[in-house]
């Protein structure tokens, strides 16, 4: 039985725009709403949870220059935290909620980069992990295997995945890319695709050289280098991304399989063909993806910023904080943050800072009138301040 009115659907609508960014065009309406909104209301007739769907999370960076480690940290959880959030404020509004599919394209073009297949299926691994752990309900994983209907992903073993690999990306192929394609041609003609191709042709140029699997004789030769990253670049566009003319293989493969869902991006575009999603929202910008970065924690308000990891090697200025043993991101150093080794400060999605005690030593449970000063500044923060494990 339909629920929502024209008001509930705007609602909805306006909760996109609030986690939404798209680029300038004419100040009109993104062109996608309109496809949101009757997708909303299609949903509302079956009775059914609203269906998002984002493709994104591929594998974490191998540029040291860009990323802490190998394995998601602070800014996946904070990504993914941000999608599960969309969820929950869709659902105050629509009685049935929202559900998040989120497609790990990894193996549409680790290829091209030189990426072992084994990297972005651990990286995928560890994400769905990290979901559990902090409990995003309103989040579910498919792979491409499923996106294609080759398998299902979750009962393949990863020596199974990784052998299906090459076929995945040859099927894919095989089955949606047109032989006419001319990705220039769509570069020229699409701003949407322009937008995406000047992203991958950057991509490229920074991060091919660190792949695993690259030759030599490429990285060390500039001509041979460039050449590589222009081809890398086209074929990356190829399989990729979607044009008003014909969506290319992965866009395509994406609507064969989910052709009801609303459709969010992690890239920039100016919201003619789907919603542009910041993960990790920037105050002067759309911000770096979390695979491609390294989350910083400003003093100033403790916020959230993506920035390269070689800009943060000042360690007068940067400490990097670890959990379970490895980096987990960046705090930038202020005295609000200087406590003694027994208590940890941990931030979460939305800014909220924990104040944690981990001594067993009843004298070290008290706040000394040097502590309460530290967590009086630390309550000042308009995102508010929690205490655990402290006699007060």
Not at 128 to 141: E, N, V, Y
Not at 167 to 178: N, P
Request: charged share 30%; net charge negative; glycine share 6%.
């Amino acid at each position: 039985m339909p629920n929502l009115s024209q008001s509930d659907i705007e609602e909805l609508l306006t909760i996109f725009r609030r986690f939404s960014h798209h680029e300038e065009n004419t100040g009109s309406v993104p062109a996608y709403e309109a496809v949101a909104a009757a997708r909303l209301k299609a949903f509302d007739d079956a009775d059914e949870p609203v269906s998002l769907l984002l493709p994104a999370f591929p594998w974490k960076n191998a540029n040291a220059e860009k990323v802490l480690g190998a394995d998601p940290d602070f800014g996946e959880e904070l990504a993914l935290a941000r999608l599960n959030h969309l969820c929950e404020e869709l659902g105050t509004i629509y009685p049935h909620g929202a559900e998040l599919t989120l497609v790990a394209d990894g193996p549409v073009y680790n290829d091209l980069l030189c990426i072992p297949d084994a990297d972005y299926f651990d990286y995928g691994v560890k994400l769905r992990q990290l979901a559990r752990d902090k409990g995003f309900s309103h989040i579910a994983f498919a792979r491409l295997v499923d996106v294609l209907g080759i398998g299902d992903g979750d009962a393949l073993s990863e020596e199974e995945h990784l052998a299906l690999a090459d076929t995945c990306r040859q099927e894919m192929e095989k089955r949606f890319l047109g032989p006419d394609l001319s990705v220039q041609g769509e570069v020229r003609a699409h701003p949407d695709t322009a937008l995406t191709y000047q992203k991958y042709v950057r991509s490229a140029r920074e991060d091919l050289r660190w792949g695993p699997d690259v030759e030599q004789s490429i990285i060390s030769d500039p001509d041979k280098y460039a050449t590589e990253t222009e081809r890398v670049a086209e074929r990356m566009t190829q399989r990729l991304i979607v044009s008003l003319a014909h969506g290319f293989a992965y866009e395509k493969a994406l609507e064969a399989k989910y052709p009801e869902a609303i459709r969010l991006s992690i890239h920039r575009s100016t919201g003619k063909n789907k919603i542009s999603i910041p993960l990790i929202p920037q105050s002067d910008g759309f911000g770096l993806t979390p695979w491609h970065s390294t989350l910083l924690v400003t003093a100033r308000r403790g916020g959230f910023c993506t920035k390269l990891a070689k800009d943060l090697a000042d360690r007068a200025r940067y400490e990097v904080i670890e959990k379970d043993g490895k980096p987990y991101y960046v705090r930038e150093k202020h005295p609000d943050f200087e406590w003694p080794e027994y208590v940890k400060i941990h931030h979460r999605y939305g800014g909220k800072i924990i104040v944690e005690s981990t001594s067993r030593v009843d004298g070290e449970r008290g706040l000394p009138d040097n502590l309460k000063l530290k967590l009086a500044n630390l309550a000042l923060r308009p995102e508010g301040v929690e205490v655990k494990g402290f006699k007060v």
